[in-house]
């Protein structure tokens, strides 16, 4: 099984702040990773595959770069409503695996 | 606009039986693998169960459910399901359907917006 670590597990910000997410991969998963992101009481929400392609309507201040083993989502200029936990995801082998998430909070 | 309702969650004991449900609409159902992903509370999210399209074939399981758990399908009622045996405390979550965004990949753009089980004596 290929295992996800993300750090920091928390990462206070402040508004108009940058936020860099990081996601590791036990072993080489190519460019097969995709972000989430997740609000209180709701189901997650695509926002980066293939590494570094956004999904449809997903707003230019979320980017995803890496490739092999290291990865990371880059939050620029962030919203408030950008307040929310984020979860990285491997599809390049079963069983699909997620790591443990990443809660942005407010500083 | 894809919806999936999942239901079928509630309280059971450890070692009983519950079967969950996942009704799609909006979309030509049999026409995409469906999965089952689930979030313990509080707790990150941890894939459960895959079927493929059309007949469902092939079902992909991860270790902790196997033998347990049976995903399932059926086209003629665009519903997914998920039979969940012999449950342990462990089993306690909420339980997400969610559908691939095209046909062959592995990640998820759509998402039911779940239903809880939690096992407990």
């Known amino acids: 099984e290929i295992v996800m670590t993300q750090s920091p597990a928390t990462l206070s910000v402040s508004p108009g702040d940058r936020a860099t997410l990081s996601c590791r991969a036990s072993?080489?998963?190519?460019?097969?990773l995709a972000w989430y992101q997740q609000k209180p009481g709701q189901a997650p929400r695509l926002l980066i595959y293939?590494?570094?392609t956004r999904a449809t309507g997903r707003p230019a201040r979320f980017s995803g770069s890496g490739s092999g083993t290291e990865f990371t989502l880059t939050i620029s200029n962030l919203q408030s409503e950008d307040f929310a936990v984020y979860f990285c995801?491997?599809?390049?082998?079963?069983?699909?695996?997620f790591g443990g998430g990443t809660k942005v909070d407010l500083k | 606009q894809v919806q999936l309702v999942e239901s079928g969650g509630g309280v059971v004991q450890p070692g009983s039986s519950l079967r969950l449900s996942c009704e799609a609409s909006?979309?030509?159902?049999?026409?995409?693998?469906m999965h089952w992903v689930r979030q313990a509370p509080g707790k990150g999210l941890e894939w459960v169960a895959a079927?493929?399209?059309?007949?469902?074939?092939?079902?992909y399981y991860t270790d902790s459910v196997k033998g347990r758990f049976t995903i399932s399908r059926d086209n003629s009622k665009n519903t997914l399901y998920l039979q969940m045996d012999s449950l342990r405390d462990e089993d306690t979550a909420v339980y997400f359907c969610?559908?691939?965004?095209?046909?062959?990949?592995?990640?998820?753009?759509?998402w039911g917006q779940g239903t809880l089980v939690i096992v407990s004596s």
């Open positions: 072993q080489s998963i190519s460019s097969a």
């Open positions: 995801q491997q599809y390049n082998d079963w069983p699909l695996t």
């Open positions: 079927i493929s399209y059309d007949d469902g074939f092939n079902k």
């Open positions: 293939a590494a570094s």
């Open positions: 909006e979309f030509v159902f049999k026409t995409y693998a």
């Open positions: 969610a559908r691939p965004r095209v046909r062959g990949v592995l990640f998820f753009d759509y």
